[in-house]
Every structure is written in C-alpha cells, then in structure tokens.
C-alpha cells in the first residue's frame, strides 16, 4: 500500500489555478522527485503536506486512509516533516536549543530543562548524519551557511519522520557535505521512510531518487521511474525544449583584453593568479568549495583587497579599493548569495532593481519616478519577472525571479565592461536557468566580458568559450574548448591525476 497518495489534488488563489487534478502515490522507502519550473506548483503541493494550506478539492491518503492536514502541528502528528529551502534557524540560540526547539528534554518534574542531555542528543543526531565535528553548544550565528543547512535538517531528523520533504537541500552545500546527506537519504529509505526530494539539480536526481513526478502550469505533465526516464525526456518536460537547447550557439568572436590580472595573491585565500578576459569573451572559472574562486572575483570587484598583485581594466590599474569604485569603474558582479548580498529583500522590486543606477534617474539627489518606473519596468518585462509588479516586495518572489531582479540591477547600470557571474543559476529553475544563459551569451555577444564563476559542471562547460581551473588558490589549469572533458576538468581541479578521475562526483 502507499504510504502517501495524492488524489485529484486543485488550489486557486483568486481565481488563479496553482494546481489541477493533481494524482501520484509513493511507497514506503521510496525516494521521490519533484520537478519543475518555477511557478509549476511545487511549493503549494508542499504546503499542503505542511499543513501551511488547504486543497480546494481532492485528497491527501496516508496509508490509504484520508488525512485532513490543516496545521503544521497536524503534519508533524502525522509524521509529515518539511526541510524548506530558507533557513528557519535562531540565530542567538546554540545548536542544540535549534535542533530540538519545542522538545528540549526537562528533569526534575519538567521544571528544568536538562541542558547535558539535549547537547548529547543533537551531538547524536549530528554524527549520526555524519557531521560529528558541529559543536551542540554553539550559537547558529557563528556557524557558515551550510553547517546551519545541516542543523536545519537535524530539525527534521530529530523527529524520525514517516514523511520527509526536503526542498534543495544542497543548495549551499559542498560535494562532500552532500554525499553524506545522500547517504542519510538512502538509510532513511532504507528504513522505511518515504521522501519528497525537490532540486533544480538533475545529476542530483538522477544520484537519490527513484521515482519523480514532473509539474508544469500546475499539472502533472510526467511520472515514472527515474531510471526509465533520460536527462533530455525530464528537460523537455520541465520546459518543453530538449538538452541540446539549453546553451546558447558560443560565436568565439573577441576583441582586446578588458580584464588583465597579474600575480594577484590574497593571504590566506589565493596566491600568483594570473588571467585575462577579453571583449566577447566568456571566461569559466571552475574549482571546487573553498578553492579561492570567489574570493579572487571579489578582489577584482572591489570587495577584498589584494596583498599583492595588479589588476588592470582595459590597460589601466584597477586594483579597486572597494564596490562603488569598481561599479564606478565598469565592472558588475552578481554574488553567489543574492538574499545576504545582492537584495534588500523587504524592498520593492523597483527599488532593488534600481540600487545601483540612480545617476540615471536622479537629479541633484532627487529622484524622477517616473523615469525610475519606466526604466525598471522596461527591464523587468525584458527578463519576464513575475508577477510583474515593481511594487512588489523582493521577498515575496521566487528564487529565480529574485534572481531576475538581481540581474536587472546590473543591466540598469550603464558603462559597464566586465560582467561577474558567481553562482548566476543557483536556485533556479531550468526555465530560468535557460533564460539566463541566453542573456550571458547575449552580453558577451555585444561585446562584454564575461567571467562565470559555477560549480555545475554542465553549466561552465556548456556556456565558457575558455576554461580556468583553480585549486587551493592557484589556477591549476586553462583549458580551451576542445579540451573540456568532464573527468578531465574535476581532475585538475582535484588534484587527481588527469584520465583517472572518471569515476568521482563532479562539484
């Protein structure tokens, strides 16, 4: 029997349909896929098993029987835990307290809470998810990112749920943080837990899931087996196009260096780098977490400061001292963490998508609106960011449409020479993640230079016209196009010998 079903499942929001007759049903221990575009109503389906919202009509079965879930307390009575995509940590509050909020273990008639055993317990989670090294006594906000996606899911794994949904939950961690929650996932299933697994990553799909079921427009428009389903069947699917679409035609027709960099080394993070990019030009940069990419494209943006080195843009000194210098300058970059640092998310569209360009719309410090209005809206219809409501705030929009603005940002700003991608797709969809691949290519094509700075293989080899590899700080190779196999890339950047690496997960 399964463990979970979903019966001819409908939700509107004035009016609007976000799901339609949506039916699929999962055993127990069996990993499930849930796929599509932003939009396609995979949050609302989520919700639903959260308890965060009613269906309109149709059913939830849980062991065949039906179960009205109207809370999150009911969901979590039902063995029903979500592991949602933003952070729901407190940050003040130690890694125990986080982990076991709500159920801290009390002694002496439940006046007290016993502070040893609630430390012991999510010190066992913890190791028990192969994470050993995270401190139970440590406050959430000394932790990076990814050890909170760890505590975060700790949450959850404390509850030894029935149910387990995790939306991209290896979003900000590395390869090797992700493999042991693969290796969870599997002893969870193992075990007999049934799992929603939700990413935009499909080599993650295609490595923990058994079964997915694909949404489009609300609908369900694709169920199976993973294993009986190719890559190019699940994309045409999700956005109905093939693989062979997704990257945009590469022209190779460049001009004169735009970026030079000489021997540019920061302590402790990167060390004799030395590159160059030219007009037209799309420069990968590949490497794998904590390798120094991001830290050497913030060096060149103004936000890190080099101990040694020079940085020239088009052959003149660049070795900007900060941001506003360098934007000044001609040089853009999207950071790798829109929501820390590219967004103010509880602003508007139009104010966000205006930060970095008011020369153009201001006068004597004062703003023309209208002028504002005009330019954002051209913008935000330009990259389809929806709902298109300049006056929306940035927060209540999806990751990949926050990425939009992000991108609207930067194209508002005029003059600029280099364009930086670090992380461009992130969290985004395959629609969106088309979209903005075309306009990469689009700003190279008009003569940008570009460097992309990714960690999906498919995506640095299928957009960069020249490939940098860097390993513990150094460039460790430059390949050219005719070069870029896979096994060879995670090579170099692994310090693997080259032609042996074939076998390794490629982050």
Request: glycine share 10%; proline share 5%; charged share 25%.
């Amino acid at each position: 029997m399964p463990h979970l079903a979903i019966s001819r499942i409908a939700k509107s929001y004035d009016g609007n349909p976000a799901i339609r007759d949506i039916s699929f049903a999962v055993e127990p221990g069996r990993v499930l896929a849930l796929c599509g575009e932003n939009g396609a109503g995979k949050s609302t389906l989520m919700k639903m098993l959260a308890g965060a919202t009613l269906p309109d009509s149709g059913d939830i079965l849980l062991d065949g029987r039906p179960a009205r879930i109207s809370s999150p307390a009911d969901a979590m009575a039902h063995g029903i835990c979500t592991v949602y995509q933003e952070l729901s940590l407190l940050p003040h509050l130690s890694v125990a307290e986080n982990i076991l909020l709500g159920r801290l273990p009390t002694r002496w008639a439940s006046f007290i809470v016993d502070w040893r055993k609630a430390e012991r317990i999510a010190g066992q989670v913890l190791a028990g998810f192969g994470f050993p090294d995270i401190d139970p006594t440590a406050l959430v906000s000394s932790l990076s990112v990814a050890q909170q996606q760890i505590v975060e899911i700790g949450k959850a794994l404390v509850t030894e749920p029935r149910i387990l949904i995790l939306d991209e939950p290896t979003a900000v961690l590395s390869g090797a943080e992700t493999e042991k929650l693969f290796a969870k996932v599997r002893a969870l299933a193992a075990g007999g837990t049934t799992i929603l697994y939700i990413s935009h990553r499909l080599e993650e799909i295609y490595a923990i899931t058994d079964e997915i079921v694909v949404l489009k427009d609300g609908q369900s428009v694709l169920a199976g087996s993973i294993a009986e389903l190719d890559q190019d069947r699940l994309i045409h699917a999700m956005v109905g196009r093939p693989l062979a679409a997704i990257f945009p035609e590469k022209t190779r027709q460049t001009g004169e260096i735009v970026l030079e960099v000489e021997k540019l080394s920061q302590a402790g993070a990167f060390a004799d780098v030395s590159f160059a990019v030219r007009a037209g030009e799309i420069l990968g940069m590949f490497g794998l977490v904590g390798s120094g990419r991001t830290e050497i494209a913030k060096v060149v943006f103004g936000a890190g400061l080099a101990d040694a080195g020079e940085v020239r843009l088009n052959g003149a000194a660049a070795n900007f001292a900060d941001p506003l210098r360098a934007v000044r300058g001609g040089v853009a970059m999207l950071t790798e963490d829109r929501k820390g640092d590219g967004l103010a998310l509880d602003c508007s569209v139009i104010d966000n998508a205006g930060l970095a360009s008011f020369s153009r719309f201001s006068r004597y410090g004062i703003i023309d609106g209208a002028e504002r209005r005009r330019l954002v809206d051209d913008k935000i219809r330009d990259l389809t960011v929806r709902p298109r409501d300049p006056a929306r705030a940035v927060r209540q929009l999806s990751g990949g449409n926050q990425q939009k603005v992000v991108i609207a940002k930067w194209l508002l700003v005029e003059g600029i020479k280099l364009f930086i991608f670090d992380e461009p797709t992130r969290g985004v969809d395959i629609a969106t993640k088309v979209q903005i691949y075309r306009m990469i290519r689009d700003l190279a094509d008009s003569g940008m230079a570009v460097l992309l700075i990714s960690s999906e293989m498919p995506e640095v080899l299928g957009l960069s016209d020249r490939l940098l590899i860097v390993r513990n700080g150094r460039i460790a190779a430059e390949l050219p196009p005719d070069a870029y196999r896979p096994e060879d890339v995670f090579a170099h950047a692994a310090g693997l010998p080259v032609g042996q690496a074939s076998g390794e997960r490629l982050h």
